[in-house]
T-cell receptor
């Protein structure tokens, strides 16, 4: 079955620690995205990547980093510089044979709690 | 500024129609989307409409677009308990190559 997987579903970390969230897709999509979701708010774009070895900052990139070494994988690192990291993180992908950001497929999300 | 707005809650009786509304500010929208999010899950694309269309129907879903008023709606006919979820509208900007999501409308179904 084609899809996007994110692991783990729940993640707990102490303040001051970096943490990496995994995102893998087997849809052969070129573009991948990371969003943050807070209660009562829409999704906010953290980073996106249109192609391997290239990525762009979104609206709230500060305190986050990404890599795109393989087409299938787009891990997100939440660094200790992120002031309010507790949130639900969603990874998505889309085929850029269309438009960037078009018809995105989302993973199940990772809920990160930092105490 | 760039914005997409939705009301936060909607409650309907099972079997009735649900109408979820969305307003946006961008004048260069190309596509507008409706996504569904079930509890603890990611978003699922339900449907979308191109900005030069007025209406799109897909089984129980009807999307209406009033471009003059920058108003988008999603009508779900014969609402079922499985339709309970948060519904997000999203606006794809052609000029800035970005997408803006609304804050989501939580649809609850009462018996």
């Amino acid at each position: 079955d084609g899809g996007i997987t994110q692991s783990p579903k729940y993640l707990f970390r102490k303040e001051g620690q970096n943490v990496t969230l995994s995102c893998e897709q087997n849809l052969n999509h070129d573009a991948m995205y990371w969003y943050r979701q807070d209660p009562g708010q829409g999704l906010r774009l953290i980073y996106y990547s249109q192609i391997v070895n290239d990525f762009q900052k979104g609206d709230i990139a500060e305190g986050y980093s990404v890599s795109r070494e393989k087409k299938e994988s787009f891990p997100l690192t939440v660094t200790s510089a992120q002031k309010n990291p507790t949130a639900f993180y969603l990874c998505a992908s889309s085929s850029t044979s269309g438009r960037l950001f078009d018809e995105q497929y989302f993973g199940p999300g990772t809920r990160l709690t930092v105490t | 500024g760039e914005d997409v707005e939705q009301s936060l809650f909607l409650s309907v009786r099972e079997g009735d129609s649900s109408v979820i509304n969305c307003t946006y500010t961008d004048s260069s929208s190309t596509y507008l989307y409706w996504y569904k999010q079930e509890p603890g899950a990611g978003l699922q694309l339900l449907t979308y409409i191109f900005s030069n269309m007025d209406m799109k129907q897909d089984q129980r879903l009807t999307v209406l677009l009033n471009k003059k008023d920058k108003h988008l709606s999603l009508r779900i006919a014969d609402t079922q308990t499985g339709d309970s979820a948060i519904y997000f509208c999203a606006d794809l900007y052609s000029s800035a190559s970005k997408i803006i999501f609304g804050s989501g409308t939580r649809l609850s179904i009462r018996p």
